[in-house]
């Protein structure tokens, strides 16, 4: 399957495209390799691209004025799309940095191009209120989690969400995400594992 191939069958599968409107983009993803560390976008830069991430995983996160501490916001991991929404809806700079985790290849597409299919195609007006409602729910589920869910119910949310990430990130990046401490996470998998 190529790239466009899997491209299609996730946004097929996310905002039911057809394939009509698949070919109107087709000359607008470019692909973009990433290597671990790599900012896909800064803190304080405007993102001007939406990707969807083929493999790899990235990370958006904040860096405490006070400690310095790196504390990670979003995870981004395979058939997802990677992109900080606010900065690239309203083009204003970013709130936070986004970096890959792994090495990582991506489609992306530029806002300007992502405007002129949402002009010219209802089914790409519709992604792009489809796109807009689950960045909002990621975030309020992301806020909401913090409120109503203990630490544990966030792992297993992230399980759910992210399954192999385990096997691709380091812990402390997943405890960062989380809210928690190493050793808390330690205690969560161990509690977890042994059900």
Same mark, same amino acid.
């Given at each position: ?23 109107? /983009? ?17 803190? +304080? ?9 083929? $493999? *790899? ?9 006070? /400690?310095?501490?790196?504390? %990670? ?10 992109? @900080?929404?606010? /900065?690239?809806? %309203? ?11 792994? $090495? ?37 589920? +992301? @806020?909401? *989690? ?10 297993? $949310? ?5 399954? $192999? ?13 989380? *809210?928690?401490? *190493?050793?808390?996470?330690? +205690?969560?998998?161990? +509690?977890? /594992?042994?059900?």
């Amino acid at each position: 399957m190529t790239d466009f191939e899997k491209l299609t069958q996730a946004i097929t599968g996310f905002a039911n495209l057809t394939a009509t409107d698949m070919s109107l /983009s087709a000359t607008f993803w470019q692909h973009r390799e990433y290597r671990k560390g790599e900012f896909y976008n800064k803190h +304080r830069s405007v993102c001007k691209y939406l990707g969807f991430a083929l $493999d *790899g995983v990235f990370r958006s996160y904040i860096v405490d004025e006070k /400690s310095g501490e790196e504390k %990670n916001v979003f995870l981004y991991s395979g058939n997802q799309f990677v992109v @900080t929404f606010k /900065s690239f809806i %309203n083009q204003v700079p970013c709130d936070y940095h986004t970096q890959a985790l792994t $090495d990582a290849n991506v489609l992306c597409i530029g806002i300007d191009d992502l405007n002129k299919l949402y002009a010219g195609s209802h089914g790409w007006e519709h992604f792009g209120r489809i796109l807009a409602q689950e960045a909002f729910n990621v975030v309020m589920e +992301r @806020t909401e *989690g913090f409120l109503f869910r203990s630490p544990e119910e966030r792992y297993l $949310d992230l399980i759910k969400h992210h399954p $192999d990430i385990f096997n691709t990130i380091p812990l402390y990046h997943i405890a960062s995400y989380l *809210g928690i401490q *190493g050793p808390s996470l330690s +205690r969560i998998r161990k +509690r977890i /594992s042994g059900r």
